[in-house]
């Protein structure tokens, strides 16, 4: 399969569960599309030791970025570090970019 690059996406927002407000993170994301129409994004979220020990796991999870898009984001790995304050996730959402910024990958 060929997976075409969309873009890097970095920046800040508001972590949310549902309708509830969580707390700011930074995130670093990068999308692809899988097929026509398909784009799927992986990367992780930072944010303070105690928030991300709090959600870690839990489903409903989005964020809404500093530039107005609401990405829905679900944990990838199967554990977190004590320490950690980032986490891997799966990205769905409003992931497009310019299509200047889209290159191909194999």
């Known amino acids: 399969m060929i997976m075409r690059y969309i873009g890097g996406f970095r920046g ?3 972590l949310l569960r549902g309708d509830e407000q969580i707390a700011r993170a930074n995130y670093d994301f990068d999308a692809y599309q899988t097929r026509p129409g398909e784009i799927t994004g992986s990367g992780e979220i930072r944010t303070n030791r105690k928030t991300l020990k709090d959600i870690f796991g839990l489903s409903g999870l989005s964020i809404v970025t ?11 790995e199967k554990q977190l570090r004590p320490d950690s304050i980032s986490a891997h996730v799966e990205v769905v959402g409003e ?10 990958a194999e």
């Open 12 to 14: 800040a927002g508001v």
């Open 66 to 76: 500093d530039d107005g898009r609401k990405l829905t984001l679900r944990f990838t």
């Open 95 to 104: 992931l497009k970019a310019p299509k200047a910024a889209a290159v191909a």
